[in-house]
């Protein structure tokens, strides 16, 4: 059981928009913790997407972006295209851990 | 260019201990508070160990605390984790992660560079 909640899949045709939900508490993104997003490819090693809940590293395409609100973190994916399906994993820290923790990973299927 | 490579992996069994290394080129090493982080066979990511933000000390995840302890060698641009009591739920491809930027305050903005990781299997 993840500290961060995901879903555990999502889909959509290409083109279309999807959003992966994140949920903490008050120890982790409730309390003010920045929340990172991550790509994960098969078999490959994970990529930031989104780092202190809204900004694109360099070379990161527009069509992603983040948000935070609250105890909930979410990432919106417009323009939905083939190459984009992959794992995609919240991240934050937790004060009563004293360590990061990740969601358990949402699983992108395009149609 | 900033790299991350990892060793260290392999088949041990279960009470038996191992160390990983990972050398980082394009960066200097103790300007960041490295982390472990790893993925068992189909599963998710889980966070096992960072630096403090004084660089010397360690944290780590309760799944590990007690048997796993992180260290450095700045002269060789190389962190390390050393795996004791390994146990089969330990199996898992271990990544070493740095902090996208670290300042006298901590590090923050997740994880920028990953190596490709090294899989170590616990197995009787």
């Known amino acids: 059981q993840s500290v961060l909640t995901q879903p555990p899949s999502v889909s959509g045709a290409p083109g279309q928009r999807v959003t992966i939900s994140c949920t903490g508490s008050s120890s982790n993104i409730g309390a003010g913790f920045d929340v990172h997003w991550y790509q994960q490819l098969p078999g490959t090693a994970p990529k930031l997407l989104i780092y202190?809940?809204?900004y694109r590293p360099s070379g990161v395409p527009d069509r992603f972006s983040g948000s935070k609100s609250d105890t909930s973190a979410s990432l919106a994916i417009t323009g939905l295209q083939a190459d984009d399906e992959a794992d995609y994993y919240c991240q934050s820290y937790d004060s009563s851990l004293s360590g990061s923790v990740f969601g358990g990973g949402t699983k992108l299927t395009v149609l | 260019e900033v790299q991350l490579l990892e060793s260290g992996g392999g088949l041990v069994q279960p009470g038996e201990s191992l160390r990983l290394s990972c050398v980082a080129s394009g960066f200097t090493l103790r300007s960041y508070d490295m982390s472990w982080v790893r993925q068992a066979p189909g599963k998710g990511l889980e966070w096992v160990s960072s630096?403090?933000?004084?660089?010397?000390?360690?944290h780590y995840a309760d799944s590990v605390k007690g048997r796993f302890s992180i260290s450095r060698d700045n002269s060789k641009n190389t962190v390390f984790l050393h795996m004791n009591s390994l146990r089969v739920e330990d199996t898992a491809v271990y990544y070493c992660a740095k902090p996208r930027y670290c300042s006298s305050d901590g590090c923050s903005g997740g994880f920028d560079r990953w190596g490709q990781g090294t899989l170590v299997t616990v197995s009787p």
């Open positions: 202190a809940n809204t």
């Open positions: 630096f403090s933000g004084s660089g010397d000390r360690g």
